[in-house]
């Protein structure tokens, strides 16, 4: 096995899109792109997957097989079943598999991992029906952000981790000159894998989330567990299926990446990550669970938790468009994006305009009419809303009354004329003062926004700093045309390490995060202590070993 020309350069190709930062796509990210009959073909698949094994996988005869997926659609049981294997047997197959995949090239994991990446490439529409019945993401975003903006990360920490791995030479002839005589070395340079890894995944973007540290895990040696969320298995169990055809077709060994399900009353994420084996563990989902993870010893951790986003409004040349920006950031998916803004901090003199202030009242109305034409709008409203994943978001949004404050607009049921019994909900906005700490200090997961009256734009930019700090932070979005103004934003927050989006308008929105340009999550707070994707993402999977010989 070698890495062919082909693949050697799209890694290239990734390599230097990391390094200039601008935009680059391996994997277009519109359906078009793709053969005309996919979506059909691919609606056909899921629907005969339906109260069926899944039998894709390649891990053996399971203890059991288990499924629990409900689609937030059609309200429906999926009735799909998986492997189920215990953790003992889990742990041992990676482990078995670690010791073989360790010893595979640099180059020969590039040609597999690219080699499962075109692969799954051809699978984008099956995941594109298993994400969105699933997790409740529109048709459209599950494509994309399980399809190609997945690939395109997953690409990303491993082409990454392949510069990293290959940074310095397997061996050089060191002479060290002493006087009339000198002394010759033989030296060998090797990247040492740590061992198992364990991917954790989450209930609304179990392909997004789990890729890098999947690929990641992989390019720098290391065997993978994947532990799906029992509410969202089926699009990372055809990524998984995939990867191990890559492997097979290969004559290696396909239990080096494996399944790992379980049921929401007898989960098996604790005894995985405890297990003396498992090394490395890459984990997104909620703040408590995460710190768990981050406490235990003698693992590797990376983490995306949970974080407090905020707006910061202070002056802007277009309000209507401002506000329309912003409404459509906190309805995609409804609210349900790590990266969706939910404390909007405006000045009780109001945000300055080129027609005059607008008071804060008016801005909370102007927002209010923008998140409902949106959430209401016949065309747009379905599939920007897309609907509600878990049942108990849904129960606890539509509790907005109880969390004190001023409910100036209710979350209400939206429609969705293909799917009439969806769990849709349209975002609720709640009103509050800025002493009112225990409402907005904490996220309000899911379709939820919080309006806060501050002093003026220094107390804005205080508050959100100080949200960052104590709670975390993955985005800052904030809107200025006063250059010394937005100076500060970007200090204070910097201070932080919380990224400021700037003034945005149009179709581009503090949401997105693009693959070999953004880093998603800084690292820097409690938001998470990792970041898709920079050098101590891969660095810390392996282990640099140098031997030495007389010459």
Known sequence: MALSENYRQIIEGAIKAIEARKFYAQYPEHPKAYPEDATQKAESYFKGLLNKKFEELQQGNP?????EEVSPYTSDALGITYPAFDVDTLVENADNAFQSWK???VEDRAEVLVEALEKIKERFFDIAFATMHSTGQSFMMSFQASGPHSNDRALEAMALAYQELTRYPSQVE???PMGKFSVKLEKSFKPIPKGVALAIGCSTFPVWNSVPGI?????TGNSVIVKPHPGAVLPIAIVVAEIQNALKEKGLNTLTVQLAVDKKEVPNTIELAEHPKVKLIDYTGGNTFGDYVESLPGKTVFTEKAGVNS????????????????????????GQMCTAPQNFFVPESGVKTPDGNVSFDEVVEGFKKAVSGLANHPKMGAGTLGAIQNENTLNRVKSA???????VLEPAKAENAEFSNAR??????IKVNADQLNIYEKELFGPLVVFVKTKNTDQSIELAKNMAERKGAITCAAYSTDAKVIDRILEEMESVFTPVSLNLSGPIWVNQNAGFSDFHVSGGNPAGNASFTNPEFVNKRFVWVGHKKIA
């Open 63 to 67: 203890a059991e097989w288990i499924g």
């Open 103 to 105: 010893k595979v090239s």
């Open 174 to 176: 060191w002479e060290k």
């Open 215 to 219: 690929f990641a895990s992989l390019m």
């Open 311 to 334: 707006v910061i409004l202070d002056s802007t040349n277009d309000l209507k468009d401002t506000l329309g920006n912003l409404s459509f950031s906190v309805s995609l998916y409804s």
């Open 401 to 407: 009354k109880q969390l004190g404050g001023e409910l």
């Open 424 to 429: 849709v909900c349209a975002p609720g906005i």
